[in-house]
């Protein structure tokens, strides 16, 4: 392990210091005597080094300089809190200080360290990267109750050298009794899990989600002294959701410490409890399902081939209602129109989930949201969900809509209805707009049709995060489609009742909570002089030439 100069030189005076505290060096003269009156033989009067530590090791004077040698200084909390020293990696007796962190002592807090990883066996044959070697990265990206973080990236290594640390406040709240320092039976409750993202950045700057886990940070509410360290196994995604890709060392600890902890029963018998009661829920819902797809196609047999989509595959290969893919989210100052909502979407990038082998097919893998915004692009449907989700927060009347393009390509794609009845298409991967106008088959051929300038071919069902509509109108073309979804007759609902059950936020589901939008670290005015800068150099040797 190499340190700074500085580091050196500093961890060389504090172990200076404790010798001469100790007195080490005199115990080493009487020790070096001792060992040549009485080991020694008069004619071999020389002394090798390793002849000597055998003897100190032998009194136990080196284990008495590691135990008392602590490569922490002993200040007191003030000088701590006032000035805080970054220490080095050799203890972990206390968390790493990597930065003043404003703590409110009335709030609890989850110190979340990741200490290295393990068996990323793709990376066996990596070679270590040279100072200044661009290479392949890690980064985790972890989101808690409505808080994001990043880890630093970190080269790419079949161990690779995490060493960061995250502190998650558990209780937000500042009203009534949000406000109160929250206890462990109450934190048992909170059953917001700790999604974490693992990010491989390649060479060119290119992402790939690597994993996608869901912790339980619970287990700490159990632990001795609130501390417990965890191996969590991180299995990869799409179709490789059941292959192990590697180790991450976790540690979890309480801040402040807790006053009581719970027993791992009490912890245990909760994880279990709310297991069975999602369990119970998804089972019901799976039967409502099943009972509404047999009345549908029972409506029209052909039905069976419209694009009707119930549930989806989440990047960790869980069918889940494509209902709980949306959620009104809400941008605050960050976008100010639903149309720079729109415009934010197209810009992220589109990728097709990869599928291994020949043949078109098309891998199914709806990505949760944190895996979408971390990775930084996704196929249509995640591109669709997201906008879908931003224009609810703007208070529209959103939907995602399930259909084909030309050639009978899947597609989804997202539809506002206004209160005047307008029926607006958003194409999320353009950020383009369309007005929909049907066309009335029973009308006079002399009669002038709408010409639809949208690339949508049919519509099979459309959905948000409390609406389910299948399409059971004569014809599945969209430009005949009427969207009067009062009408039974034209558009089937499912239970909004049976949504809720499933997909609402704070129950006891599986649904994985949605993070906030970021604000971006770049600063816009500096890249823009920058990018007018380069582009003038570029003009201008286009010009010589």
């Known amino acids: 392990m190499s340190l700074p100069p500085e580091k050196a030189s500093e961890l060389k005076q504090m172990i200076h210091q404790q010798l001469v505290k100790m007195d080490v060096h005199g115990r080493i003269r009487e020790v070096l005597a001792e060992t040549i009156r009485d080991e020694l033989a008069p004619e071999h009067q020389q002394l090798s080094t390793e002849d000597l530590i055998k003897a100190l090791r032998q009194r136990g004077i080196v284990d008495d300089v590691m135990k008392e040698l602590k490569f922490v200084t002993d200040v007191n909390e003030k000088e701590r809190t006032s000035a805080p020293k970054p220490s080095t990696h050799f203890v972990d007796r206390e968390p790493p200080v990597l930065k003043k962190t404003n703590i409110d002592p009335t709030r609890r807090y989850l110190y979340l360290q990741v200490l290295g990883g393990k068996a990323f066996l793709e990376h066996l044959q990596e070679p270590e990267p040279l100072p200044g070697q661009i290479c392949s990265t890690f980064t985790l990206c972890l989101h808690f109750r409505n808080q994001r973080f990043r880890s630093k990236p970190v080269p790419c ?38 999604h974490i993202v693992l990010i ?22 159990a632990a001795e002294n609130g501390i417990t ?35 791992p029963e009490v ?11 999602t369990a119970e829920k998804e089972r019901l819902f799976l039967v409502y399902a099943k009972q509404w797809w047999r009345e549908y196609l029972q409506i029209r047999p052909t039905h069976n081939v419209r694009l009707v ?45 990869p599928v291994i082998g020949g043949g078109g097919g098309k891998q199914e893998q709806w990505c949760t949201l944190l895996a979408f915004l971390s ?49 607006t298409f958003w194409e999320s991967l353009t950020g383009h707009r369309y007005i929909h106008r049907p066309i009335n088959p029973d009308d006079p051929p002399l009669v002038e049709q709408p010409k639809p300038l949208y690339p949508y071919r049919t519509i099979g069902c459309i959905f948000n995060h ?60 500096v890249a823009s002089n920058e990018m007018e800068v380069q582009l003038r150099v570029l003009v201008s040797e286009h010009r010589k030439h």
């Open 229 to 263: 360290n965890i191996a969590v196994e991180l299995l990869g995604v799409g179709t490789e959701s059941k292959v192990s890709v590697g180790v991450l060392n976790i540690r979890l600890e309480m801040y402040p410490q807790l006053n009581k902890t719970l027993s």
């Open 466 to 525: 409390q609406k389910f509509f299948g399409n059971c109108q004569p014809s599945d073309a969209v430009e005949v489609c009427v969207f009067d979804l009062h009408d039974e007759s034209k558009w089937k609902p499912m239970s909004g009742e049976a949504i809720k059950s499933v997909c609402s936020p704070g129950t006891t589901s599986s649904v994985p909570p949605f993070p906030p939008l970021c604000a971006s670290t770049l600063d816009a005015a």
């Open 375 to 423: 990775r930084n692009k996704g196929d249509c449907e995640d591109h669709a969900n997201l906008l879908c989700s931003l224009l609810l927060g703007f208070g529209l009347e959103a939907f995602v809509c399930a259909g084909t393009k030309a050639k009978g390509v899947p597609h989804t794609w997202v539809m506002t209805c206004g209160t005047d009845g307008t029926i």
């Open 267 to 277: 912890t245990n018998t909760q994880f279990a409890l709310e297991r069975q009661k």
């Open 200 to 221: 491989k950045t390649d060479t060119f700057g290119e992402t790939t989600l690597v994993a996608s886990y869901f912790l339980e940070w619970r287990s700490v509410l």
């Open 157 to 194: 290594a079949c161990e690779p050298d995490f060493h960061d640390g995250f502190l998650l406040e558990v209780h937000k709240d500042s009203l009534g009794d949000g406000s109160k320092m929250v206890d462990a039976t109450t934190m048992l409750s909170i059953c917001d899990p700790v």
């Open 309 to 353: 989509k119930i549930f989806a595959q989440d990047e960790n290969g869980v069918n889940r209602p494509v209902c709980s893919y949306i959620r009104p989210l809400r941008a605050g100052r960050l976008l100010d129109t639903p149309r720079q909502a729109a415009r934010f979407v197209s810009v992220l990038g589109y990728e097709r989930a």
